[in-house]
Each structure stands twice: as structure tokens, then as C-alpha cells.
């Protein structure tokens, strides 16, 4: 079974930059995994952020970035606010064409 | 602005079957489009159930493939779940989304509902 990892918890200062990252089990990860990253906070529905490892959607803030960095999955928070405080989710999808995920197990962000 | 519902009961029972359905509006299922299931358990990360394209072809987590069926009904432009032989550990919050083809973007989601399995 495939294993998504990232970390469990980062702290950040307000205005600061912060990168997650999302490792695959089955080796490095790739764009042809199609990275999908979510923010989710308590008691809210996960919110779509990055999709194809970098492109944003239309609502996501300047500030989140997405890419690929040492075989894994990254997101960057630049410039931090208070508001981006939540857990982030990676999303990948294995096996050309199947359209079913594996998701990591979640970073929760912390703003201090 | 396509805006998805799950619906369905807040409880079953040990050994039976959950039943959801994912009401989508603002956008017709038969269009085109993936329409998948998500479920997070209390306090624990997302877990990717299965995934159901608008001609009927079906997609499973090679975890829950056994025990899930995932239907579409274009008539009504819904989809549904059923997960059969439960247990409380398939108690938690289940989420419909869209996911679009390609790029395997999920996009809009439904807020979510709880499904408790308890006698």
C-alpha cells in the first residue's frame, strides 16, 4: 500500500515563509502524480489550493506556491499571515490515468 | 458556482450499509468530470475513496474496493456511495468532490456529514 508522508506539524512568525513537503513511498515524487494541496481548518471542508504540482486556483492567495523539490512535493507559504494558520493536506494519484489519491497524513501550521 | 451536498443517514448500524448521496448544482454531472469520495475519520486525515466519471465507470481505493459501490444518476445529477459490512472505524465525516480530468484537480467539495457507526 502506498505511504504519502509529510510532516506533522511547523511553526511559523507571521510574515515569515514556510515549505511543506510531501514524500511518496514508491519513490520520488513526480508531476506526473499531479500534487494537489488543500488547506483545511477545524470544522471546515478541505479548501483546494495548488493543483499540477505549481498552477493555483483562481482563489488562492499569491502567497502559496507549489513545486517540486528533492524528489518530493512542496508547498511554500511566503509571508505568512495569522489566517494561514491550518492543517495542509498533499493529495497524489497513482497508476496513469486512475483517478483515485493518496493523501499525506496532514501538516498542521502553526502562526507564533 | 457549482456547489456539491452530501445527504444521507447520521447513524448506522454495525454490519450494515452506508448509504450517501452527493446532490451537485450549478454544474451538470453529464457534462463531464470525475465525481469522487473522501472521508476523514475524527481528528485523523483524509482518506480517498472512490471516484465515479459521468458514463458510469468506477475507480476504488484498492482499500475499500471490496466493500464500495459508487453510482451516478445523471437524471438527478447525483452520485452515491454505498460501503457495505460497517464497522466503527468507518465512522467519520464523508466528503463528495469534483475532480476534473487530466490535471485530477479536486476542486469544489461538499461541506461534508458525519456518519457515526454505532448500535
Known amino acids: 500500500q502506498t505511504v504519502v508522508t509529510q510532516e506533522p506539524s511547523l511553526t511559523v512568525s507571521p510574515g515569515g515563509t514556510v515549505t511543506l513537503t510531501c514524500a511518496s513511498s514508491?519513490?520520488?515524487?513526480?508531476?506526473?502524480?499531479?500534487p494537489n494541496w488543500f488547506q483545511q481548518k477545524p470544522g471546515q471542508a478541505p479548501r483546494a489550493l495548488i493543483y499540477?504540482?505549481?498552477i493555483k486556483h483562481s482563489w488562492t492567495p499569491a502567497r502559496f506556491s507549489g513545486s517540486l523539490l528533492g524528489g518530493k512535493a512542496a508547498l511554500t507559504l511566503s509571508g505568512v499571515q495569522p489566517e494561514d494558520e491550518a492543517e495542509y493536506y498533499c493529495?497524489?494519484?497513482?497508476?496513469?490515468?486512475?483517478?483515485?489519491?493518496?493523501f499525506g497524513g496532514g501538516t498542521k501550521v502553526t502562526v507564533l | 458556482q457549482v456547489q456539491l451536498q452530501e445527504s444521507g443517514p447520521g447513524l448506522v448500524k454495525p454490519s450494515e450499509t452506508l448509504s450517501l448521496t452527493c446532490t451537485v448544482s450549478?454544474?451538470?454531472?453529464?457534462?463531464?468530470?470525475?465525481w469522487g469520495w473522501i472521508r476523514q475519520p475524527p481528528e485523523k486525515g483524509l482518506e480517498w475513496i472512490g471516484t465515479?466519471?459521468?458514463?458510469?465507470?468506477?475507480y476504488y481505493s484498492p482499500v475499500l474496493k471490496s466493500r464500495v459501490t459508487i453510482s451516478v444518476d445523471t437524471s438527478k445529477n447525483q452520485f452515491s456511495l454505498k460501503l457495505r459490512s460497517v464497522t466503527a472505524a468507518d465512522t467519520a465525516v464523508y466528503y463528495c468532490?469534483?475532480?476534473?480530468?487530466?490535471?485530477?484537480?479536486?476542486?469544489?467539495w461538499g461541506q461534508g456529514t458525519l456518519v457515526t457507526v454505532s448500535s
Open positions: 468532490a469534483r475532480v476534473s480530468g487530466g490535471s485530477y484537480r479536486a476542486d469544489f
Open positions: 450549478g454544474y451538470s454531472i453529464s457534462s463531464g468530470y470525475y
Open positions: 465515479i466519471y459521468h458514463s458510469g465507470s468506477t
Open positions: 514508491t519513490g520520488a515524487v513526480t508531476s506526473g502524480n499531479s
Open positions: 499540477s504540482t505549481s
Open positions: 493529495l497524489l494519484y497513482y497508476g496513469g490515468g486512475q483517478p483515485v489519491g493518496v
